[in-house]
Each structure stands twice: as C-alpha cells, then as structure tokens.
C-alpha cells in the first residue's frame, strides 16, 4: 500500500504544507484487518499513482461508476455495492484499520465491484480519476471540524466542488450527507455559489434520504434522539 499523501515541495526543495480535511491518526490494526488487507489488496486495492486509472479495465466492464469519499469503516459501502451490482464503486479512506474493515466485509459479501484507495482523496481525484467519468460522487457525515479556525479543514470548499464536477459527467450528481446543521448551511452555501451545478431539492436546500443511502447505526440512534441529518443533492449540468 502506498503512502497516504505526497508530499509537495516547491521550485527550491521548500516543503508546502497543505491544509487537508483530516488528521492521520496511526491507528492500530487488528489481526482480521491486517489479514484482510493482506488477502484482498490485490483484487480490491488500487495504489495511488498520478496517472489517470481506465475505469473499464479496473471493473473489467462498462457501467457508471459511483466514488465515495471518506467511507469510515466501509458498512453503508460495502452495503450499497451489494444491493447495486450493476453499478461499479470506488471508495476513498485514508484511515488504514477503516480500509481493513471494509475489506473485511467485501470479502464476506463476496463483492466483485469495488475497488478502494487508502490515500487522501482529493489527490485521487486531481490525479487518478478521469474528467467526466463518475455517475455520482458521495460524502457522507465528513468530518464537521466544530470550531470556527478549523472550518478552512472541511472539505466542502468552492475549489473541492468545481474538482469534483469536472470529474462527473453532466447529469452526474454530487451527494452529502451531514448531521451537524452548520456544516450542512456551509454545504448549501458553497453549492449555492458554485457555477454548473442544479440543486435537485424541491425546497431549493435539503432533500429525503434517497433510498440507496443505507441509514447507519449511528444516525439511527440520532434520529430517535431527534437529532437531524440534512442530505443534499446537486446535479452537474455543464
Ligand atoms: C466522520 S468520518 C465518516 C465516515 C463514514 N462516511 C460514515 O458515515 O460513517 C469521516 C471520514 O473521512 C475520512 N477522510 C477525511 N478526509 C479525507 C480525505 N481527504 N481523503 C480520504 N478520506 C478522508 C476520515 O478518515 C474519516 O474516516
């Protein structure tokens, strides 16, 4: 597996510190996640290189292709690419024992259409995924970072938004998902501003959690707490 950031330095060898949207913690593996990386690396990782990957050669087919962001643990994942067989998913984690997790649970749901990469996703998609490829890209409960100075980390950021929209194709659809109203008003803002994108809510801000998106544990319990979870939705029309 390769490592999780390239580091960037300019024209006189100064290293250019990057403000990213998470902090590695070097978590410790389990046996069964250490194994099942071991086992399952070579038919569902994919090592990050700077070049642009061939997504029919990856899936050996061709069928739209979903990317998520930041998949934790992997469950609604794993989840989706199961009940979704004619679609083919990338998944993006830079939390190794997370990558070893849902490794665990492809293998179980024997899943033939998923692929993930443990590397910081916004250099996976600047670097490896082609314009216009993606179907839909999902970002589901990224991390909130609560205090004001530590808003620049989230994210959901003018720039991140146009890179993702170069990488849908038109009519493709970006979807979030947060449970902290203050991210989900900084989401809407950002969307609102951005050039190429429709928002699909009816309401012009938050739409149903569409079906496909499995309600997790954790959301669960929220909403009986009666606690929200706002999704949104954005077509790429040019
Ligand atoms: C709050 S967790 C949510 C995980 C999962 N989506 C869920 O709903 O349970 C956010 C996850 O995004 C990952 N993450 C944050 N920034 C990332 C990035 N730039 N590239 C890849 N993963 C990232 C973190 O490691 C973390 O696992």
């Given at each position: 597996m390769s490592e999780v950031t390239t580091a960037e330095f300019n024209e006189e060898g100064k290293y250019l510190r990057k403000v990213r949207s998470f902090v590695l913690r070097e978590g410790r593996l389990t046996k069964g996640q250490a194994q099942a990386i071991e086992k399952n690396w070579d038919s569902m990782g994919l090592e990050y290189s700077p070049e642009a990957i061939d997504l029919s050669q990856v899936f050996g087919r061709d069928a739209d292709t979903v990317l998520e962001i930041?998949?934790?643990?992997?469950a609604s994942l794993v989840e989706m690419a199961t009940v979704a067989t004619e679609k083919n998913y990338i998944g993006i984690e830079v939390h190794k024992p997370g990558v070893g997790t849902c490794l665990m649970a492809a293998e179980d749901a024997s899943l033939t259409n998923l692929r993930v990469y443990h590397h910081d996703a916004v250099e996976v998609l600047e670097n490896s995924i082609a314009d216009g490829s993606l179907a839909r890209v999902q970002l589901f409960f990224p991390d909130p970072w609560h205090k004001k100075r530590h808003h620049?980390?989230?994210?959901?950021?003018p720039e991140f938004v146009q890179l993702l929209r170069k990488k849908l194709k038109v009519g493709g659809v970006f979807h979030m998902a947060t449970d902290w109203e203050n991210y989900a008003e900084h989401m809407l803002e950002v969307m609102d501003a951005s050039e190429g994108y429709k928002n699909q809510s009816k309401t012009a801000n938050y739409v149903e959690?569409?079906?496909?998106r499995p309600l997790t544990k954790f959301e669960a319990r929220g909403q009986r707490l009666g606690h929200g979870v706002w999704d949104l939705m954005f077509e790429k029309t040019a």
């Open positions: 930041g998949f934790g643990m992997g620049k980390r989230r994210i959901v950021q959690r569409p079906d496909y």
